[in-house]
């Protein structure tokens, strides 16, 4: 079935119409580029006016808890493994800059004593991050828990690496730069499905593409100020665009890729725009409109979302949120439908079923709250995904009816 692009761009302004960005905390309270994060349910902000704090709320921002993780940086990114928690710290001014960890068992945060910008931790409880030191071994790779140190990404001695995120299908992606480097094919974009241990080199762009967000209907969006950059096929293909409103900096933006075409762009550099510092665009970038609310008027730091479809925004005033649930389905305020996945646990497919309402899409997050399944246009009471390629765990199922929305859980064994 042909996808209706108009009755859909239609629909999406008709209903975003509705949607409001709400203020749901810390008033007065700026935040690091680290900005805000869903995990597990939570929500984390990451302050810069309290030295080694971090704010968490389990009520989608109706109330707020401080911690505490150290006393000498910024807190920049926080992440669980099962019983571990790691938090990369800096200040303000240098950046993200070390990584510390704390288990269950300890009432105490350990510095790991390695000098990071970004990390992510890996299935297996490894951790791959970016070093922070040019060249050789720019990308590393820990044992379990960060104990100890190795490279992960060979580089000649003029190339950097910096760790981008992962794309649609959770695949690990770093980019390599330089301007002296002895070959272009060693600089681009590298992706690795093995978790780090070795890595495919899939495009050979060149702009920066720190910050980049990927969603799991293969698009990836960056931008360094003054354009877009944009790709469809997981980052092997990549379209610039000029950003179609006033922008004065190669800095301080970020874009925030809800899928389908549906992607916010941000700024979070004081003075970088004199017409509001949140922009929107529905059809992938090609066209923006100011948001016209409050949050528009704040720095804005960064966005992530809940398996409930809101969102969360990092800003100079706290956080806001948007329930963009609402804009998803006109009978999101009356859900009367329940929806079921079997077998379960299961290795390779499952059938998703709605109890003969009809799906319209299916979304699955994982327990960071990462989308790494989208499938639109499913049209039928039944549908069956292939998660086989998905790591073992448990897993939240997001199914759009013509009844409202429902959720369940995937157990991928």
Excluded at 18 to 39: D, F, K, N, P, R
Excluded at 99 to 108: K, P, Q
Aim: hydrophobic share 35%; charged share 20%; glycine share 10%.
């Amino acid at each position: 079935m042909k996808r209706n692009y108009a009755l859909i761009f239609g629909s999406l302004l008709a209903t975003a119409s509705m949607a409001q960005w709400q203020h749901v905390g810390l008033e007065g309270v700026s935040s690091t580029v680290g900005g805000v994060q869903v995990i597990n349910g939570s929500i984390y902000f990451h302050s810069a006016e309290d030295n080694g704090t971090i704010y968490r709320s389990n009520d989608k921002g109706a109330s707020w808890e401080d911690i505490r993780y150290a006393s000498d940086g910024l807190s920049w990114k926080y992440q669980e493994h099962k019983r571990t928690e790691y938090v990369n710290h800096g200040t303000t001014h240098t950046g993200a800059h070390g990584l510390y960890r704390m288990t269950d068992s300890g009432n105490e945060w350990i510095d790991l004593g390695v000098t990071i910008t970004d990390f992510d931790v890996l299935d297996n409880g490894r951790i791959v991050a970016s070093s922070g030191n040019p060249g050789t071994g720019s990308i590393i790779i820990s044992d379990q828990m960060g104990s100890s140190w190795v490279p992960s990404f060979g580089t000649d001695a003029e190339v950097n690496a910096r760790l981008i995120g992962r794309d649609g299908q959770g695949r690990l992606l770093i980019q390599a730069y330089g301007e002296n480097a002895q070959s272009d094919l060693g600089v681009g974009l590298f992706r690795s499905s093995d978790n780090g241990d070795s890595w495919q080199r899939i495009s050979g762009i060149k702009h920066d593409l720190t910050g980049a967000s990927a969603n799991a209907d293969h698009s990836i969006y960056s931008s360094n100020g003054l354009r877009v950059l944009r790709s469809f096929d997981d980052g092997e293909k990549w379209t610039t665009l000029s950003v179609s409103f006033p922008y004065a900096s190669t800095r301080g933006s970020r874009v925030f890729n809800m899928g389908g075409g549906h992607v916010f762009f941000m700024c979070h550099e004081a003075g970088a725009t004199v017409q509001g510092n949140l922009y929107e665009s529905f059809n992938n970038g090609d066209s923006w409109t100011r948001v016209e609310e409050e949050i528009s008027q704040h720095l804005i730091y960064n966005m992530a979302r809940d398996i409930n479809g809101d969102v969360y925004a990092a800003t100079d005033n706290g956080v806001y949120r948007l329930k963009l649930a609402v804009a998803t389905s006109v009978n999101e305020a009356k859900p009367n439908v329940a929806v079921h996945a079997y077998p379960v646990p299961t290795s390779d497919k499952v059938i998703v079923n709605a109890g003969g309402a009809m799906i319209t899409e299916l979304r699955v997050y994982d327990a960071s709250s990462r989308e790494v399944m989208f499938k639109p246009n499913v049209d039928k009471p039944a549908e069956m995904l292939h998660v086989g390629h998905l790591s073992p765990g448990i897993y939240v199922l997001r199914a759009v009816t013509n009844k409202g929305i429902a959720t369940t859980t995937v157990v991928v064994e």
